[in-house]
């Protein structure tokens, strides 16, 4: 019953200011010192910025040029240049599956992906299977994920096989959870559970990430709000491993008590709403084509024009996903699938 989070009309709103500002606020003060709390600067910050900026740019620049005759509401655009809607990944090289997933994606460079949801089947319907593939021409998999049948909260694996989605299984690579009441999420790596720790802790699992939906105060009648919590970066540019001994600790335990050492606040960007097409707005460039309650930015409060992470529709069952440093593909994705579960108050 939400409305949904429209896109159309969002870029002549933001056009003037947003569709440059990204690239332009990277240049002049490196977003990785937004995500560090290991207190030192970035010490490959040099070596690291060298190269990719300039794919970030220029991968940048194609949704600008269809944007200049978007008075047209982005309509008109879409039928006549399909192939500018989306502008595709830069060239990612993926030699180890594995190991990309928990990377952190390069500095300077948008990691751009397709989601897609099949339904196929007896109890797709209710446990359809959601696949991750990086968005260029050779449609590379990442991820794939869906619900276990018979956990009494919401638990979703998370496999670097399309075909293997099994929890023993040695693809499996990650899992996200939700509370009782569908609200919160924590996302953990394929480590082992507490109870079954070696005697230095290292074989535990990490958690990733949490997200926490708020039920919005104008109930159903105004767009949802996200806070996601992800572990900070060390000096080398590395996740901080968070691994919680029990339940009292953990990324949401952490955040609740304000506890906030080596761990990230983000949120969602707010849409604008916008009287003339009297729906909620914000500017994917081009990168989102269906309005829908289940598009979302998340940024850092210090630089909202740094995008950490982008999703939104652009058919039935298929959405973009795009993210930035210091997400990997594994976080980027299980957020992604937190955004489809069903209990979420606003739908």
């Known amino acids: ?23 332009r606020s990277e240049k002049k003060k490196n977003p990785a010192s937004l995500f560090q709390t290991g207190g030192d600067p970035p ?38 240049k399909p192939k500018e809607e989306r502008p595709p990944s830069p060239v ?39 696949y991750l593939h990086l ?28 075909t293997d989605l099994s929890r023993g299984g040695e693809n499996f690579i990650g899992k996200l959870r939700s509370n009782l009441m569908g609200t919160k999420f924590t996302v953990f790596d394929n480590g082992v559970n507490p109870d079954r720790a070696n005697s ?18 104008l109930g159903f009648k105004g767009p949802r709000k996200m806070t996601v919590i992800i572990p900070g970066m060390n000096a080398d540019n590395e996740r901080v491993p968070i691994r919680p001994r029990n339940d009292n600790d953990g990324l949401l335990m952490r955040w609740q008590n304000r506890n906030m050492d080596n761990v990230i606040e983000l949120h969602n960007k707010a849409p604008v709403w916008n009287d003339e097409t009297q729906s909620y707005v914000l500017n994917f460039h081009g990168r989102v084509t269906h ?18 992470m982008q999703f939104g529709r652009v058919a039935d069952d298929a959405f973009t996903m795009d993210y930035n440093y210091p997400l990997c593909a594994v976080q980027a994705f299980a957020i992604a699938l937190s955004s489809f579960d069903g209990k979420l108050a606003c739908e």
């Open 92 to 130: 990612i090289e993926v030699d180890n599956l594995e190991e990309f997933v928990l990377q952190p994606a390069p500095q300077g460079v948008t990691v751009k992906c397709r989601v897609t949801r099949d339904k196929k089947g007896m109890d797709r319907g209710l446990y359809p299977t959601y």
């Open 200 to 217: 230095d802790w290292s074989n535990v699992r990490q958690e990733l990430s949490a997200v926490v939906y708020e039920t919005n105060v």
């Open 1 to 23: 019953l939400c409305p949904p989070t429209a896109v159309t009309g969002s870029d002549e709103e933001d056009d003037s200011d947003s569709s440059t500002k990204p690239i």
């Open 291 to 308: 309005a829908s309650v289940k598009n979302f930015q998340i940024v850092h409060g210090s630089d909202p024009d740094y995008i950490v």
């Open 135 to 162: 968005d260029n021409d050779k449609k590379v998999f990442l991820l794939a994920g869906r619900k276990r049948k018979k956990s009494k909260t919401s638990n979703y694996l998370i496999s670097i096989d399309p």
């Open 43 to 80: 010490r490959e910050k040099k070596t690291k910025k060298k190269a990719p900026p300039k794919v970030a740019e220029s991968e940048e620049e194609t949704p600008e040029t269809p944007q200049k005759n978007s008075n047209k509401k982005g309509k008109g655009k879409k039928s006549k």
